[in-house]
T-cell receptor, first 110, second 116 residues
């Protein structure tokens, strides 16, 4: 599965949109982009995934560039409870288990 | 609907002992995954079981082993405990049927193992 690169940390003001980038320049055509987050001392939580189209659910939006080399997770109105480590993972649909990298620590402040 | 449940929540052992951790997946889920999260090392993939079979294994020594039972619950055994085995052990479950993606996992809250 392709390697992903994320900034180690980001800050966001409460109520603002949080845009978390992920680079996956070696992603192959059958690899999905998954996003998870882990709030301190809890198990990771699935957020969203996509292949090549933009996706939206009740938690977030996922924007994937046309060449699929990068993506952005958007939390439209960040709250203090969104403070967490966010992981971007590339995974083949029928491939191996999820392999987590270091992720991005998002700090939302008032 | 109950989520993934893990037991015990906390476990304290001494070096050289054995630890057994248990996981009950969400009803209907057939796959169980185990991850280790040691301080400062992030989430490390340990084991993946589906339909009672080991599907994949991470880069861990053989003293880390597990199994999946006919009811899809699972246990993780760690033999000959070492100090660096102290970590949060997370279990996740998923369903690999048509229409589901293998990357959508549901995690439990973990079992914290402390080795003294």
């Amino acid at each position: 599965d392709a390697k992903t690169t994320q900034p180690p940390s980001m800050d966001c003001a409460e109520g603002r949109a949080a845009n978390l980038p992920c680079n996956h320049s070696t992603i192959s055509g059958n690899e999905y982009v998954y996003w998870y987050r882990q709030i301190h001392s809890q198990g990771p939580q699935y957020i969203i995934h996509g292949l090549k189209n933009n996706e939206t659910n009740e938690m977030a939006s996922l924007i994937i560039t046309e060449d699929r080399k990068s993506s952005t997770l958007i939390l439209p109105h960040a709250t203090l409870r969104d403070t967490a480590v966010y992981y971007c993972i590339a995974l083949r649909e029928a491939g191996t288990a999820l392999i987590f990298g270091k992720g991005t620590t998002l700090s939302v402040s008032s | 609907e109950a989520g993934v449940t893990q037991s015990p929540t906390h476990l304290i052992k001494t070096r050289g002992q054995q630890a057994t951790l248990r996981c009950s997946p969400i009803s209907g889920h057939t796959s169980v995954y185990w991850y280790q999260q040691a301080l400062g090392l992030g989430l490390q993939f340990l084991l993946w079981y589906d339909e009672g079979e080991e599907r994949n294994r991470g880069n861990f020594p053989p003293r880390f082993s597990g199994r999946q039972f006919p009811n899809y619950s699972s246990e993780l055994n760690v033999n000959a405990l070492e100090l660096e085995d102290s970590a949060l052990y997370l279990c996740a479950s998923s369903f690999l049927g048509a229409g589901w993606h293998t990357g959508e996992l549901f995690f439990g809250e973990g079992s914290r193992l402390t080795v003294l």
